[in-house]
């Protein structure tokens, strides 16, 4: 057999040849690449498969994980399934392998690293997925207290496995950041000084009261890691560390479940003041590939152990 592969996906590390019903291959995860991989309890997360099936209909597929940690297996839950697209370009000679995008929840109550907590690394977790009874090998992964990742209009979960990047104006991978309303911020609706924000993401970890695995949150509970905000009024800055280099930063406003959704967090805040001579971002549809101010504040959130955040647009209240 001949493997002809063509792939526009970033964080796919690359493919194999396989044999038909082979067993399936775990390639990367989320935007991770390459391995070992740290995870979170309760996180959300898109693993990239390549099967030994080619191109079979993913309603036809079997498709289940599992975490294992100290010789014992437990499900992950499987949130969502669907045919990733890869970009594959396939000749009479060669055929195109399939890639799934898995979309799991990590679960709760697994031991993590956490020196605070006089805990120290775990060496033996891991996790597989099987495809139609045929698991692929183990990949050996690092659970820590939180993974937080900033939802954007690129992510699996939001796009679905197969649609094409959208533009909402500025950015390709609009980050999920809403006004009160609902609606997405975005240069085309900038914040304003002074509004609260929510910012949708993952990774949060554990809430007090908690969560259970698999099961839409029943409350907006907030998480048990206290969290760090830091506001950088840059243009087209990207994400730092909380106070990683100094920089006074904030407690968000609230940091939590999202009542109703498996594994989706929110983090409230209020945008500060804009600072006099910052530019307002360039009001256009569609993004301009040079120096366009896409965003003039980045948002960042985080802990000990992990941090993201998003570029958005912010006009002064008075307007501009």
């Given amino acids: 057999m001949r493997c002809l592969v063509l792939f526009s996906l970033i964080y796919l590390g690359g493919f194999t040849c396989l044999a038909q019903n082979s067993p399936p291959v775990l390639l990367s995860a989320g935007n991770v690449n390459p391995f070992p991989l740290s995870v979170a309890p309760g996180q959300v997360l898109t693993l990239f498969v390549q099967t030994g099936t080619i191109l079979a209909p993913v309603s036809s597929l079997d498709v289940s994980a599992v975490f294992s940690t100290g010789g014992?297996?437990?499900?992950?839950?499987v949130l969502q399934v669907g045919q990733a697209s890869t970009g594959c370009s396939a000749s009479v000679m060669a055929s195109c392998p399939q890639v799934l995008a898995v979309t799991v929840?990590?679960?709760?109550?697994?031991?993590?690293?956490?020196p605070p907590c006089a805990t120290s690394f775990v060496i033996d977790e891991s996790i597989a997925v099987s495809v139609n009874g045929v698991a692929s090998a183990n990949v050996v992964v690092q659970p820590l207290q939180d993974q937080v990742h900033f939802l954007t209009s690129c992510d699996v979960i939001v796009a679905g496995p197969a649609s094409p990047l959208p533009f909402i104006g500025g950015l390709p991978c609009t980050a999920m950041i809403t006004h009160g309303d609902g609606t997405v911020v975005s240069n085309i609706r900038p914040a304003r000084a002074g509004e609260e924000l929510v910012a949708y993401a993952t990774g949060l970890g554990q809430t007090d009261p908690p969560l259970t695995t698999g099961q839409p949150a029943a409350q907006s509970s907030p998480t048990v890691t206290a969290f760090a905000i830091d506001f950088n009024y840059r243009g087209n800055a990207l994400a730092t560390q909380p106070g990683a280099v100094g920089a006074s930063t904030a407690i968000p406003l609230f940091t939590g479940a999202t009542k109703g959704y498996v594994g989706l967090y929110q983090i409230n805040f209020v945008v500060p003041a804009f600072p006099p001579g910052?530019?307002?971002c360039v009001n256009n549809a569609a993004p301009v590939l040079d120096n366009t101010l896409h965003s003039n504040l980045?948002?960042?959130v985080g802990s000990a152990f992990s941090f993201d955040g998003a570029g958005i647009c912010v006009t002064p209240a008075s307007g501009s």
């Fill in 278 to 280: 910052m530019q307002s």
């Fill in 105 to 114: 929840q990590i679960p709760f109550g697994i031991p993590v690293f956490c």
């Fill in 298 to 300: 980045t948002v960042s």
């Fill in 72 to 77: 014992t297996s437990q499900p992950m839950p």
